[in-house]
């Protein structure tokens, strides 16, 4: 947890990945002797890890811009998943010695999904179009869903040498029925639930409590607890908060904020720290090679199926003249391939191959799995990690800096108008006096100009400039005061006879009013 504060601004300065760094770093600890093994049962990787990543995530995006993009994200999330896990099932039962085919296809099913924390840890500080990090989080989202059922039915198959196509299928389709259902019932009642306490801390706290209890439940009824972790945060991203809790939204975005980041790091160094896993494995030489191939598999048929994917769906876009957000060029398709890592997934999906099969006999080749898988999430996130900034300074890629700016100033242009729209009204209902509605009416202006100066033409862009300083210099004075008053009350804490509690009210009251600026 201290590296994964550490690490935050570290990256930042040495302008590298915060998740490839916290692997380094946990592979850096996993060679020293005298760091003990982190031993944690690989069943509680998936639900201890996941279901908050997966929760920070979707509160960053909306159901409009999964619905918006459905077609490429099921091209990625499962027609991908589907074809790599195929085509590295197929190579390792062909190379690596001892394993059966329901093993292999194990290994592809583990290895076959780009982490949808790295993707977007990683390529959400790159600047890059927003369009593709659409995609990106689109797909790392929905990725896991399909590659962890396809993993526990080779699983089963593995350990019991029984497999059926149609059962797999009906497996499939109703993990997914149940984890949707699961995930709208609880994001309803937790929206309902929040309504009902009101207080900005426990409605937080609810929020903690339903990443957890979507995946667990949607587990429990044989489900898929991925899908319904989303599908619960996004419901509670559309409808939880009001537009006016506003203490509520600023809460929750802190607290989800830090979760994020103290999880991803330990995720991430876990990652680093088991490979003490791989290091007691022998014959390195061969395994060596059997994971190069594999790694090759892996990243080539992302390239080998991206390139004609994107080229189908610029030419339906055109012909369609669809809503969706896809590459639009060459360059932006190379990003995407090389933008695909593995991550916690696959480490804790390759933990949790069972010892034995069903006849008491070794799971075959588990070892050479674990090897390859680690390998596979080694050289795809730190490769991939380090290099992807300066492949995307090569290629040029970035987002449209114009049309952001546009939409920014589309909408500070919305929220003015619909201040003084509301400002009239009440004028009218209430006949203001007219030095007061002057006021008010610069102060409606003055909420677009703060978003997005543009809004305004060269005069008037002029007087809020002049006001703003003005403001500006108010809310110095302002904060020095205020700043005095929180000095003297934190003083008096510690006088004779002084209240904690009434000190701490008065303080959290003049902290509110220093973040209003009032």
């Known amino acids: 947890m201290l590296a994964a504060i550490v690490m935050v601004p570290l990256a930042d300065r040495v302008a590298l990945p915060a998740p490839v760094l916290m692997t380094l770093f946990g592979v850096a600890l996993a060679l020293i002797p005298q760091v003990p093994n982190v031993r944690i049962d690989p069943d509680l990787i998936l639900p201890l890890v996941l279901p908050p990543l997966l929760y920070a995530a979707v509160q960053r995006t909306s159901w409009r811009q999964f619905a918006a993009n459905r077609r490429p994200i099921f091209l990625l999330a499962v027609a991908l998943v589907f074809i790599t896990t195929a085509a590295v099932a197929f190579v390792a039962d062909a190379i690596v010695p001892g394993i059966t085919l329901a093993a292999a296809f194990t290994l592809g099913a583990l290895v076959a999904p780009p982490d949808p924390v790295a993707a977007t840890a990683v390529a959400g500080s790159l600047g890059l179009p927003r369009r593709m990090i659409s995609i990106l989080e689109g797909e790392g989202l929905f990725n896991d869903v399909t590659a962890i059922v396809l993993y526990h039915v080779a699983v089963a198959a593995a350990v019991s040498g029984h497999f059926s196509a149609a059962h797999a299928t009906l497996e499939l389709v109703l993990s997914a029925v149940v984890a949707v259902v699961v995930g709208l019932v609880l994001g309803w009642g937790a929206n309902k639930l929040m309504s009902v306490v009101g207080d900005a801390t426990l409605q937080t706290g609810l929020s903690l409590l339903v990443p957890f209890a979507s995946y667990a439940i949607a587990e429990e009824l044989?489900?898929?607890?991925?899908?319904?972790?989303?599908?619960?945060?996004?419901f509670l991203a559309e409808y939880a908060f009001e537009a006016d809790d506003v203490t509520a939204r600023l809460a929750g975005n802190t607290f989800w904020d830090i979760v994020d980041t103290m999880v991803t790091?330990?995720?991430?160094?876990?990652?680093?720290?088991e490979i003490h896993t791989v290091f007691g494995v022998g014959h390195w030489g061969p395994m060596l090679r059997h994971a190069g191939v594999v790694v090759a598999v892996v990243v080539g048929v992302r390239l080998l199926y991206l390139l004609p994917a994107a080229w189908a769906a610029r030419r339906l876009h055109r012909l369609r003249d669809m809503d969706e957000d896809i590459p639009m060029t060459w360059r932006e398709t190379v990003t995407m391939w090389w933008a695909g890592m593995r991550g916690v997934a696959s480490v804790a999906l390759a933990l949790a191959i069972p010892l034995t099969t069903d006849d008491g006999r070794p799971f075959p080749g588990r070892q050479e799995l674990l090897f390859i898988a680690f390998a596979v999430v080694l050289v795809t996130l730190v490769l991939q990690g380090l290099t992807l900034p300066m492949l995307i300074r090569r290629l040029g890629v970035s987002k449209d800096v114009g049309a952001e700016h546009d939409q920014e100033r589309e909408l500070a242009?919305?929220?003015?108008?619909?201040?003084?729209?509301?400002?009239?009204?009440?004028?009218?209902?209430?006949?203001?006096?007219?030095?007061?509605a002057e006021m008010l009416y610069h102060r409606a202006i003055d909420l677009g100009a703060r978003i997005s100066p543009d809004v305004l033409d060269d005069e008037r862009r002029e007087s809020h400039a002049r006001r703003a300083s003005r403001l500006k210099a108010l809310r110095r004075i302002q904060d020095e005061l205020l700043s005095a008053a929180r000095h003297e009350v934190v003083a008096a804490r510690s006088e004779p006879g002084s209240d904690p509690e009434i000190v701490d009210r008065v303080l959290r009251h003049l902290d509110v009013r220093s973040l209003r600026g009032i």
């Not at 044989?222 to 996004?234: E, F, M, P, W």
């Not at 790091?265 to 720290?273: E, K, R, V």
């Open 265 to 273: 790091g330990i995720a991430f160094g876990l990652i680093g720290l």
């Open 222 to 234: 044989h489900g898929s607890g991925v899908l319904a972790v989303l599908t619960s945060g996004l």
């Open 413 to 436: 242009l919305r929220a003015m108008k619909a201040a003084r729209r509301r400002l009239r009204e009440i004028e009218t209902a209430e006949s203001l006096d007219e030095e007061l």
